[in-house]
Each structure stands twice: as structure tokens, then as C-alpha cells.
């Protein structure tokens, strides 16, 4: 209950300290803003595939349902922040330098994530079991997995890219005003709490669903 | 466990098998053929010869390579999965010969089809004449990884609901950076630029998943 | 021939919440003719997949033991004689075809011999150059206990065995089951009476249609 109010407490705070307080990157102007929630969602669907595999693998070594339900639901919140990331990328694209899509680096990047999780969870919905459609989808994540390296050696080779890298180096330091930096790492923290909270949520209700029927079909045996 | 000899007697029979199984039907190897010179015709009537633009000719080959491939690829999983054979296979060797075995057959596969196409494409488009031994190169480490990609995703989706329907959306993600190898490597050997880079990629890549594969696989029918 | 032991701890299969195998234990020891009972879906079909190792139990422990040595489940297939109802052959190629590739694929020596062996021992040896397309479903039950038998193993498991055989293939499976009891172990799962009767031990599973868990 408290982490709960904290949780949400210090991401109203920091989102308005981010909009009013810290200044706007010279470069980017009025679109500065959109780094605050567009980098964290990029962060956190990254970090919801590597969970998501992560938890497949676990499953396959010790075939425990517990993983699937923490690899599924991290599947699905990936995809939506993923989803975010991407049109939130687009919209910034647009507004900096004229179009939509130009499958740079970056762009290429997120969108491959967004197949990933699009097919990992295609596959899921057409399976029936859930020890059938733990396994399967756990073999698809980890074949998903050994290809991601190879994208990120291939991607920069084609493409120049148009990420705004000489301005905010998102990789290492960050060369800007400290304002924008601590308002940024504060919401990249409270995005990332909001991301492990809802997974919690999600993976809850998985565990009670799969209790539910079991409680619901031996009522039915035994009623027979 | 098999001994080694045993392992690959299975794998040897099984592609044995594949390949006569398709010599007697050969609706597997016509329906690709025919997807692809399909797919050929379509292209090079809308588009018509490009001999001067090697960039787009480079991505345009390997589109109707994928194309076919995602057609026609998956056939050997499904098909016992369909014909009911898979247990079958399942009592007569161990999953991993299994796979390598379809892999194996998968490669011929390819290989044929490519045979066909591959001409046809360069004289309809009007290409202009590729470095042989790299242009070949690239084609065969770029089916190589197609063929490795496309067995584990068909031995996967075999035993879904959706099957073929889900087969080219689910290998997409795995095709992706092999794509944008082989078609930069082709590209590039029409340029006349290095494609040492994008080889070495193509091969590590097939490596990485074949290895990933053959502990995957015997994961993969437990039921 | 070799000495089995089966020996099951718990094992169940859960399939969904509620549906499934239950949890059931039992210890088989040494040759004979076992029978494995139960109403529809209560698992008898999934008990011999799981000892012919082409389903893990979800919980439980299944172990199967030849000559004092632990057979694990990738390894089954090799001690394993396995034949059901949905087992399905090629239809592209002949009845000996199948065998062969089957014999080819298990690395036995001397294929063609093991196979015209095991055709004849069903009654099937005439019709080796037959597409299975072509067969009966009678013929197809019989060239199921060839399959089974091909490579002599020491378990046979056998799956509703009588099912669309007339009395001639019925006389052939107990002749089989009876030549086989002697030397090795064999499980039938089957509803038929007449099956039942074969036995001298048998497998009650729990649950399914009709039975409460």
C-alpha cells in the first residue's frame, strides 16, 4: 500500500518537475519533453524482453509454471510500453526532422523488439495446454534470443543514423543541464517501479486464474 | 543416449525418407516452384528490368527467396504433424537426428529452388553479372541460416492451431538480421565493396542458431 | 530376454486444471501380461505414453529399469514396443517401406530380415509391397504390432490392441501378447473384457468420465 503511493507520488512529482522545472535541451526545444517518457519506455521494453527470456529459459531447465507466468506477462507489458516507445519515437521523428519512419539504427531496433514480442505472443494464443504453450513459446524465446545480438552488429552497418546521439548520449554520460538529467533518472527509476509493480499485478492474477479452474473442475468431478 | 552412429544413421534415414517422400508426391517441391516463379513474374512485370539499381535488385532477390521459403519450408513438420507420423518418428529416433535430418532436407529444398529461380531472376531482371564466387557465397550462407531459421520455427508452429498462417509472422523476428546481411552482402558484391563483414556475420549467425537448435530440439516434443 | 521393472511414484499428467492423468503409484517387477484399466480419459493412453517416453509427467516420478540399469526417457525408445490407435504410417510409401525406414533409422543390423520377421509375425508378409493407403483398418492395426515388435524389445505397450480387428488379427495379437509374456513385460490399456482376461496383474487408474477423482 505505501510503495504503492510512494510509487505513484514520485512519478506525478517528477513528471511535473519535468515539464516546468527542468529547462529544454537547446537542439530539441519544445520536444525536449517526450525524451522523459519515450527513453524509459524504450528502456523498459528492452528490459521486458531480457525478463521475458530470461524466465523462458528458467522454464525450460526446471519446467515450473511459475516462469511462464513471469515470462508471458512480462511479454505482454513489453509489447504496450513497446508500442509506446515506438509511436512516441515516430511522433519525435516527425516533429524533429520531417518523417515518420527512416528505419534508422534506433528505429530498426525497437521495431524488431515489437515483432519479437508480436510473434512470441501469437504464438501463445494458439496453443492450447499451458505446459504445451509454456514450452514451445520458452524454445521460440530462447531461438529469439541468440538472433538479437546479430541484429544490433547488422543494423548500424546499413543505416546512418538520425538519433539525436551528439546531443544526448544515452549510452554513457549524459552532457546536459543537471536538472533535465535528474528528472530523467527519476523518471526512468519510476517508470521501471511502475513496470515491475503491474508485472507483479499481472503475474497475481495468472497464479488465481490457474487456481480458480482447478478448484472449479474438481468441483465439477466430484459433483458428477 | 544414441551412440554417435546411431544418431547419424537416423539423421541419414530420415532425409532419406524426406526426400523420397517428396519424390513420390512432389507437391511440396511444385507448390514452392510455382510460388516463386509467381512471385518472380509479378515483380519483374511491375518493375521491369533494373540492371542499373544492383541495390534494389539485391533486396528484391532475397524478398522472392524469403517468400518461397516461408511458403514452403515448414511442409516437413506439418505434414507429419497433419498426417499423424510425428509419433511415429518420435519412437524411431531421438529428437535431435530428427531435426537435423529435416534441416538437412530443408538445405536441398533451397537448394533446388534456388536453382530455378536464382537464373531466371537475374536474366528477368535484367541484373547485371554478379562476382560469381561471392554472389554464390552469399546465397549459400544466406540459405544456410534461412534453412536453420525456418526448420526450429516449422518444428515449432507444427503443433499449433494456426500452422502455415502463423509460420512467416513467427520466423519473421529471426529472419531480420540475416536479411539485412545477405541483401547488404549482395549488394555490396554488385558494388564492388568488401562483403567479408556481412559473411562472417551470416555464418556466425547460422552457427549461434544451430547450435542454440540442437539444444532446443528436444524440448520440443514432449507431448 | 531382459528383466523390467516399473515403477511409478505419484506420476499424473496435467494437461489443464483438473483434466489429466491423477496421481497414481504402482511397482511392476519381471515378465508377464499387465493390464491397465479405466474409464475414458482417465489416462490409460497417457500412462503408456509417458513409459514409452513421448510425454513427461507433470509431477511424480515414472522409472523404468532394464536389467538393473535406469532407462531414461530420451533412451525409452529402444527397450519400448509402442502401438495405438492414432499411430499412423506413411501412406506415400509400402508397408515394408515404413519398416525399412524404420529399421534403417534405429541402426538394427539386418533391416530387411527384421522386417519380413516381424510381417510375419503379424500375418502381414504378403502384402510388404502394399501402400499403406491401401490397407484396411484392420491391416493397419496388425502392421502397428509389426511396428512395435520390429526391433525385439524387451516392453511391449499396447494400446486398445483389439481395435478394428476381426477374430483372425485378434487370434494373432494373443498369440503375440502370450509368446511375449514369458521372456518380457507387456502392458495392455483396454476397456475390451476379453483383453482383460489376458492378464494376471493389472493398473486401475482413478478419475476420468464416470469416476469421481
Redesign the interface.
Known sequence: MIARTTLFLWIAVWTVLALLWAPLVPALAETTRVLYFHIPAAWISVLALAWSMGHSLAY?KR?RLEHDDQASAAAELGLVFCIGATISGSLWAKAMWGSYWNWDPRETSIF?VL??Y??YL??RS???????RA??S???S???F??VP??M???P??YFSLHPDPIINTGGKIQMDPRIRISFFALLIGFTGLFFWMLSLRVRVLRVA?RF??V???R???A? | MPTRESSFAAAWAILRKECRSEWRTRYGLNSALLFAVTTLTAVSFAVGRMGDRTDVLAALLWVVILFAALASLAHTFVREVEGHTLTLLRLTAAATPIAVGKLLFNLLFLGVLELVTVPLFLILMGAPPPHWGLFLGVLALGSAALATAATLVGAVIAQTRGRGALFAGVSLPLLLPLLAAAVSATRAQWSGNPVTFELRLLAAYTLALLAASLLLYDHLWED | MAAIRIEARAVAHRFAPGRGLQPVTFVHDGAGCVAVLGTNGAGKSTLLRMIAGLLRPTSGVLEIRVDGADVPMPARRRVVGYASPELAFYDEFTVGENLAFVADARGMDGPAAAVRDALDRVGLLERIDDRVAALSSGMKQRLRLAFALLHRPPLLLLDEPGSHLDDVGRAVTEAIVAEHRRTGLVLLATNEPRERELADSRIELRGGLGHPA
Open positions: 525450460l519446467r524488431f515483432l519479437i508480436g510473434a501469437a504464438l494458439s496453443i492450447e495446454g499451458d505446459e504445451r514450452r514451445l520458452a524454445v521460440y530462447a531461438a529469439a541468440v538472433t546479430f541484429l552488429f547488422i543494423v552497418r546499413i490457474r479452474e482447478a472449479d473442475a474438481e465439477a468431478g466430484s458428477a
